[in-house]
């Protein structure tokens, strides 16, 4: 059935270096694309949203892009900080739209100092 | 500006008892609300959502069901608890044009 996965569980980088979080989707009728970060014990937290008439998207430290031809959406965070430690989520609206979201199973990534 | 409080923060209860969790969401009129799941290592399943008073949809089969009362307030229920019900339950807002904004969810034990 349709889908929305991660390629890389974990992610370990060094603090200051740049961060790329990988999400494959395969529901093509998905136009409504976001990424959520989840500390420990805490729900979700909007991190950055894009639209399928778009293909990148920036915000504070963090550019999402969409590859609609390879069905790709990636999550880059420039300068990894220590405090960017968390799972973070790809989700899309589906065919459903924008009332309900479908989450992937989340990427752990893992700051040193 | 808008906020959702969800409560308690954690529950441990035995398997057979029932449960209630409760989901508030202020600085908004007419949300649609959302009650998911969260098992250990894995992503966000949606039990329950609702887009008005007395409106619910049910997403999976299972043994808890759900309720609004009042347009801010959401409420996840069981009559009896299973083992399996043990998990991080997160309440959801959004409105037309926004982005799903969640709680702090409810850590469930069943024992």
């Known amino acids: 059935g349709e889908s929305v996965g991660l390629h890389l569980p974990t992610l370990s980088v060094q603090e200051g270096d740049n961060s790329i979080i990988n999400c494959a989707y395969s529901?093509?009728?998905?136009?409504?694309f976001i990424w959520y970060k989840q500390e420990s014990g805490k729900g979700p937290q909007f991190i950055i949203d894009i639209r399928s008439n778009m293909d990148k998207r920036q915000g504070q430290r963090v550019t999402v892009l969409l590859n609609k031809t390879v069905k790709h959406l990636s999550l880059q965070i420039a300068a990894t900080q220590p405090g960017d430690s968390a799972v973070y989520f790809c989700?899309?609206?589906?065919?459903?739209?924008?009332?309900?979201?479908?989450f992937g199973k989340g990427t752990m990534l893992l700051v040193s100092p | 500006s808008q906020t959702i409080h969800q409560w308690p923060a954690t529950l441990v209860q035995p398997v057979g008892s029932p449960l209630s969790l409760e989901c508030t969401v202020e600085?908004?009129?007419?949300?649609?609300l959302y009650w998911y799941r969260q098992a250990a290592g894995r992503g966000l399943q949606l039990l329950f959502y609702?887009?008005?008073?007395?409106?619910i949809s049910s997403e999976v089969p299972q043994n808890l069901s759900a309720s609004r009362p009042q347009d801010r307030q959401f409420i996840l229920s069981s009559k009896k608890l299973l083992l399996s019900d043990s998990g991080f339950y997160l309440c959801a807002w959004s409105v037309v044009g926004s982005p799903l904004h969640f709680g702090n969810g409810t850590r469930l034990t069943v024992t």
């Open positions: 600085g908004t009129s007419n949300p649609n």
């Open positions: 529901n093509s009728a998905s136009d409504y």
């Open positions: 989700a899309e609206n589906g065919v459903r739209g924008y009332s309900t979201l479908t």
């Open positions: 609702s887009v008005g008073i007395g409106q």
